[in-house]
Each structure stands twice: as C-alpha cells, then as structure tokens.
C-alpha cells in the first residue's frame, strides 16, 4: 500500500469548534486530494493540490480550507465545524502528472455533535 | 457536465454467480478509466484501469473491464464471485485526461454475495 497516513482516525467534536485533519505521504507525490464519503452521495471532491502551495477547490469546498506547506503533508481545515460536516473523509494521493491512479489513505471518521 | 453513471446501485448474487457492473460515462475527450473496490469499514483499492490500448483490462483478484468506446461504458466483470468479494465498486473516469487532473466517481455500487 502506498504510503499515507491520516491523522486522527476518529474525532468527536462540537459544533463550531475547528478541527484539522492531517494528511502525511512518503512517495513524494505531488498530487494530494481530500475528499468525502457520505451515504448515497459517494466520494466528493473537497480540495486538491498539486503541489506546494498550490490548491484547488473540488465540488464541495464551502465551509473547508486546505494548506500544503511541505510535499508530504496535506491539512483539511474546517473553521467552524457544522453536523453536515458529520463525514468520513479521505485522503488520496497520485503520482507522475496528477493522472495516474489515486492512492487512498484509511480515512477519518468525523462526529459533529 | 461530465459525470459517471452506474446503473446498478444494490447487486445481490451468490456465490460462482457471474457478476457485470455498468459504468457510463458522458463525452470529454480523452478519458483515464478506473474501477475501486471498497471492502467494509477500509479505504478504497484500486482494481484496474485503462489508459489506452487493448480495451480489455485485466485487474486484481480475477476482474476485468472492458471499454467500449462508442458506448461510453467501462463494465466491470468477474467470471465467478466469492463471498469475499461482497463490497462497494466504484468506477470513477478523468476526463479530458491530457489536461484535467481531477476524477469523477461514480455513486457506487453495493455487491453482497451470499455463501
């Protein structure tokens, strides 16, 4: 398996507190993406990178920011945590020139109470 | 708007039974194709692609998939399904891949196969 590690694997919060997820990869890829998965909606694109201070927004963006400041390490923010926000989210990664297959990490369960 | 459409969203099959999944996709030029599998409660895995070539793809664990470019479709198939293969398939395509870097999945489709 590829190398990327989400951190934390499970959160509890509330609603309006911020979270960060973190994103860790040892491949050296420049393409980085976060995604959600929710029940009959499947993945969704949240933001992407493609490199170093270089993002993008998916199709769900609003009420989510990202940095990349190092290759290895893709940060999910969410600024003020709402219970819509109450996902599994995953973070993928892709080698060569974006694309290639993604690479998915195990995901972070994510509770906004 | 690009998007990917798979037909069956729950498949109930026994086991030896032999499994087809639809995928279709809208028109966007050139297209990278990919089918995942998500086995429960894990991250999704890649089952095989098709970039060019023989439209006939061969993956992991006995898949296949076979694009058929005038149909706009990318089916997943097995010969014979095993229990172990009850999971969630999701076929997701990059459109307009020599300049687009984003995929486009597929809702999902939910496959048990009953011992």
């Known amino acids: 398996d590829a190398g990327i590690t989400q951190s934390p694997r499970h959160k509890v919060t509330e609603t309006g507190t911020p979270v960060t997820l973190r994103c860790h990869q040892t491949?050296?890829?420049?393409?980085m993406y976060w995604y959600r998965q929710d029940p009959g909606h499947g993945l969704r694109l949240i933001h992407y990178?493609?490199?170093?201070?270089?993002?993008d927004k998916g199709e769900v963006s609003d009420g989510y920011s990202v940095s990349r400041s190092k290759t290895e390490d893709f940060l999910l923010t969410l600024e003020s945590a709402t219970s819509s926000q109450t996902s599994v989210y995953f973070c993928?990664?892709?080698?060569?020139?974006?694309?290639?297959?993604?690479?998915f990490g195990d995901g972070t369960r994510l509770s906004i109470l | 708007a690009q998007s990917v459409s798979q037909h069956n969203h729950h498949v109930i099959l026994s086991e030896a039974a032999s499994l087809e999944l639809g995928c279709n996709y809208s028109?966007?030029?050139?297209?990278?194709l990919f089918w995942y599998v998500q086995y429960p409660g894990q991250h999704l895995q890649l089952l095989l692609k098709?970039?060019?070539?023989d439209p006939l793809v061969k993956g992991i664990k006995g898949f296949e998939a076979e694009f058929i470019k005038s149909k706009f479709s990318f089916n997943l198939r097995k010969p014979s399904v095993q229990w172990s293969d009850t999971a969630e398939y999701f076929c997701?395509?990059?459109?307009?891949?020599?300049?687009?870097?984003?995929?486009?999945w597929g809702l999902g489709t939910s496959l048990a196969v009953n011992p």
């Open positions: 491949e050296n890829h420049r393409y």
């Open positions: 098709y970039f060019s070539g």
């Open positions: 997701a395509v990059i459109f307009n891949a020599g300049n687009n870097r984003k995929l486009i």
């Open positions: 990178s493609y490199g170093v201070k270089d993002t």
């Open positions: 028109y966007g030029g050139t297209v990278n």
């Open positions: 993928a990664i892709s080698g060569g020139g974006g694309n290639q297959p993604q690479h």
